[in-house]
């Protein structure tokens, strides 16, 4: 195999017409012609979708990156029937346990291996899933945040716009699961363009660091119109980026519980109406599913988590509805309703239809 990263610097003045020096290399040192070629971050060279298309049947290809312009429709029209696209996440929580030499079969029966599975979670929540930071050092957190921020975004921009993008980026890590609207953002960054803040939002999801979710709403009119609510790729960045003034883990309880979800590939919106829901998961054109995200269910709040998920499941005809918690697991029947209070944990170790994470 032939690995290539077009990250590396000496890439810096890499042109389309030098893509060919690639191939004299391949014949030059005798690769044969299934040799695997592993490219990273090709996305930074113009055009290098159409020299895929040309040696395609040359070689096996891997193409890897962090930018969503290699999922442009453009890219997939080019490629048609030759191609596979798979989205990577950090690693989910099985794979969390795997590095920590913890099996979760059969957890239901062994208390004491619970009880280590617990203890693990609770690393997870604040440590997140990038591998080279649950693997070697989770400093690497820091550098790789930077990164993300200077490579993905402010590169893409004027650099006069770097402080304001900074401040965005800071506005977004402390805001995680809140509704943010484009005025707030704007006002908040300096950034008196609404279309330039909108931009360098849309940059940031497009770099996957950042996710945003609209509210449901029959009206897509009023959809539009309604405030977003931000998420993270990952716990980590939260809490080793982040400003956080106080330990809101019950933010990072619902951050964990979005990027599951993205990765078991379910079309997320949030409600909001006379009471409010975390999460409605969409499939096709119907609501299939309701899902709250509380740390911990007191007397204080246990009535507002119910209600808002009841008036959900009552206004898309939902019999069953779930409640994440951090600990907690019991059963709520109400109106001839099911709420399901569990662990996320539990439900991270759950299968999830044809979906299961390993």
Same mark, same amino acid.
């Given at each position: 195999?032939?690995?290539? *990263?077009? *990250?590396?610097?000496?890439?810096?003045?890499?042109?389309?017409?030098?893509?060919?020096?690639?191939?004299?290399?391949?014949?030059?040192?005798?690769?044969?012609?299934?040799?695997?070629?592993?490219?990273?971050?090709?996305?930074? #060279?113009?055009?290098?979708?159409?020299?895929?298309?040309?040696?395609?049947?040359?070689?096996?290809?891997?193409?890897?990156?962090?930018?969503?312009?290699?999922?442009?429709?453009?890219?997939?029209?080019?490629?048609?029937?030759?191609?596979?696209?798979?989205?990577?996440?950090?690693?989910?929580?099985?794979?969390?346990?795997?590095?920590?030499?913890?099996?979760?079969?059969?957890?239901?029966?062994?208390?004491?291996?619970?009880?280590?599975?617990?203890?693990?979670?609770?690393?997870?929540?604040?440590?997140?899933?990038?591998?080279?930071?649950?693997?070697?050092?989770?400093?690497?957190?820091?550098?790789?945040?930077?990164?993300?921020?200077?490579?993905?975004?402010?590169?893409?921009? *004027?650099?006069?716009?770097?402080?304001?993008?900074?401040?965005?980026?800071?506005?977004?890590?402390?805001?995680?699961?809140?509704?943010?609207?484009?005025?707030? #953002?704007?006002?908040?960054?300096?950034?008196?363009?609404?279309?330039?803040?909108?931009?360098?939002?849309?940059?940031?999801?497009?770099?996957?660091?950042?996710?945003?979710?609209?509210?449901?709403?029959?009206?897509?009119?009023?959809?539009?119109?309604?405030?977003?609510? #931000?998420?993270?790729?990952?716990?980590?960045?939260?809490?080793?980026?982040?400003?956080?003034?106080?330990?809101?883990?019950?933010?990072?309880?619902?951050?964990?519980?979005?990027?599951?979800?993205?990765?078991?590939?379910?079309?997320?919106?949030?409600?909001?109406?006379?009471?409010?829901?975390?999460?409605?998961?969409?499939?096709?054109?119907?609501?299939?599913?309701?899902?709250?995200?509380?740390?911990?269910?007191?007397?204080?709040?246990?009535?507002?988590? #119910?209600?808002?998920?009841?008036?959900?499941?009552?206004?898309?005809?939902?019999?069953?509805?779930?409640?994440?918690?951090?600990?907690?697991?019991?059963?709520?029947?109400?109106?001839?309703?099911?709420?399901?209070?569990?662990?996320?944990?539990?439900?991270?170790?759950?299968?999830?239809?044809?979906?299961?994470?390993?």
């Amino acid at each position: 195999y032939l690995y290539i *990263n077009f *990250n590396d610097e000496r890439f810096v003045s890499f042109t389309p017409e030098d893509f060919q020096k690639v191939l004299e290399f391949l014949e030059e040192q005798n690769y044969e012609k299934n040799s695997y070629l592993l490219i990273d971050e090709i996305q930074e #060279v113009e055009n290098w979708e159409k020299w895929i298309d040309r040696i395609k049947e040359k070689h096996p290809i891997i193409i890897t990156g962090s930018n969503s312009k290699l999922l442009s429709k453009e890219i997939s029209t080019i490629l048609t029937g030759r191609s596979i696209s798979i989205n990577l996440y950090p690693f989910s929580f099985k794979e969390f346990l795997k590095t920590r030499m913890l099996s979760f079969d059969n957890y239901d029966l062994d208390l004491k291996l619970q009880s280590k599975i617990r203890t693990a979670f609770s690393n997870y929540l604040e440590l997140g899933g990038i591998p080279k930071a649950i693997i070697e050092d989770e400093r690497i957190l820091i550098e790789l945040y930077e990164n993300i921020v200077y490579r993905d975004i402010i590169k893409r921009f *004027n650099y006069r716009l770097e402080k304001p993008i900074k401040e965005i980026s800071n506005l977004l890590l402390a805001n995680i699961s809140k509704e943010l609207s484009l005025r707030k #953002v704007s006002e908040n960054s300096g950034v008196t363009n609404l279309l330039t803040t909108k931009t360098i939002l849309d940059n940031f999801e497009k770099a996957f660091f950042f996710f945003f979710i609209t509210k449901y709403d029959y009206s897509l009119r009023k959809q539009v119109q309604a405030p977003r609510k #931000v998420y993270c790729i990952d716990n980590g960045f939260i809490c080793k980026a982040g400003f956080r003034f106080s330990e809101d883990k019950g933010k990072l309880l619902e951050n964990l519980v979005f990027i599951e979800l993205k990765r078991r590939e379910q079309e997320v919106y949030y409600f909001s109406d006379k009471k409010e829901c975390d999460f409605l998961i969409k499939e096709k054109t119907k609501i299939k599913e309701a899902i709250q995200v509380c740390y911990f269910l007191t007397e204080e709040n246990q009535k507002r988590e #119910v209600e808002g998920i009841l008036e959900a499941m009552t206004k898309f005809q939902l019999k069953e509805g779930l409640i994440l918690t951090n600990e907690q697991e019991k059963e709520i029947k109400i109106e001839q309703k099911r709420i399901i209070i569990k662990p996320v944990w539990k439900w991270l170790l759950e299968r999830s239809g044809n979906n299961q994470q390993t």
